[in-house]
């Protein structure tokens, strides 16, 4: 029996990627059916960015995978020299630089509990902005309004504009002078109590970062609120005659049918998470690069995050599709 299912393992594990090549060449079933077509529609959609990151993107890619094996000497008027080291750039940042690892594990935590704050925020928001209620459209443009202010402008007043960081240092004087931070006595009084000290550690630091996370959910709740709006009402209605309660046709209906976008939006979160400008990581590359002259080291950090990154997306990736629930099925 064991060989049997050995057998069917083997037989069955390529089955993917045969299918999905399928898709794409003529003269099979799979090639007329409309998740192909859709697949193909699709990948025109993406054509023009997968070309633009060939042209642009895969040259500047292979060269800094090169040096981040090599030592790099900057030559006036030539370019730069390489000089092949192996993996000693790696090895320094793992096991000789003072800050790396330290900034490494701290933005992963901050990544984790980012991450599932941002998709239940989200989440959330897009449940409610999908009823029926007056000013829906306001309140649907409101929350799309940190995607546009968060794409460029508002992070350039943050670290740039004298006013705002005038006022952000007064705010910070005037809490330290008044002797009372509400959020950190409530944190000391549940500890001193005993409850739950680790979870309410993790809560808390979901509050104090509740600006990121707001500012972070746009895209998300566009997302998810789409995949709302895709169930057809004959689910409802039909959940309604048999006697579903509200709550009950959210588990059965809305929450399956919703579930593959869970696991876009956790990638597009830790994508985005990792990509911010006050990730302390990417300022720790910066300084190595840019005031130490260390071009190699700098490139070994940043494929060791880039390397993160991946680890991370494939886990998740791995672990939500477990739970999700497509169409298809």
Not at 111 to 136: H, P
Not at 153 to 182: C, H, K, R, T
Not at 189 to 201: T, W
Request: glycine share 6%; with cysteine; proline share 3%.
């Amino acid at each position: 029996m064991s060989r049997k299912n050995s057998a069917a393992l083997n037989e069955h594990w390529y089955t993917p990627i045969t299918e999905s090549v399928k898709m794409y060449v003529p003269g099979n079933a799979t090639y007329k059916t409309m998740r192909a077509r859709s697949a193909r529609t699709g990948t025109l959609f993406i054509l023009p960015l997968i070309i633009g990151l060939l042209i642009f993107m895969a040259r500047p890619l292979v060269e800094s995978l090169y040096m981040s094996f090599s030592t790099i000497e900057i030559e006036p008027g030539v370019g730069y020299k390489a000089t092949w080291v192996g993996l000693d750039n790696y090895k320094y940042a793992f096991t000789v630089d003072p800050e790396y690892n330290q900034n490494l594990i701290d933005e992963i935590g901050r990544m984790a509990v980012n991450t599932i704050a941002t998709l239940v925020m989200s989440f959330v928001i897009a449940v409610i902005l999908n009823q029926d209620f007056k000013g829906r459209t306001l309140c649907r443009a409101i929350f799309f309004l940190p995607v546009i202010l968060s794409s460029g402008v508002l992070p350039g007043i943050e670290s740039q504009n004298e006013f705002f960081n005038m006022m952000a240092s007064l705010s910070d004087s005037m809490s330290e002078s008044s002797g009372v931070n509400l959020s950190l006595a409530l944190q000391e009084l549940l500890q001193v109590s005993g409850v739950a000290s680790g979870v309410f550690d993790v809560i808390f630091t979901m509050i104090d970062a509740i600006y990121d996370i707001v500012m972070a959910s746009g895209i998300q709740i566009i997302v998810f609120l789409t995949g709302m709006q895709s169930i057809p009402g004959s689910l409802y209605e039909a959940a309604d005659v048999e006697g579903c309660t509200a709550w009950e046709s959210f588990w059965k209906i809305t929450f399956p049918m919703v579930s593959p976008l869970l696991l876009v939006n956790c990638i597009y979160t830790i994508i985005d998470f990792f990509m911010k400008n006050d990730n302390v990581v990417m300022e720790r590359i910066n300084l190595v690069m840019y005031s130490q002259f260390r071009l190699g080291v700098s490139a070994a950090m940043s494929w060791i995050y880039f390397g993160v990154a991946i680890l991370f997306i494939a886990i998740c990736s791995f672990i939500i599709s477990k739970g999700v629930h497509y169409y298809e099925d």
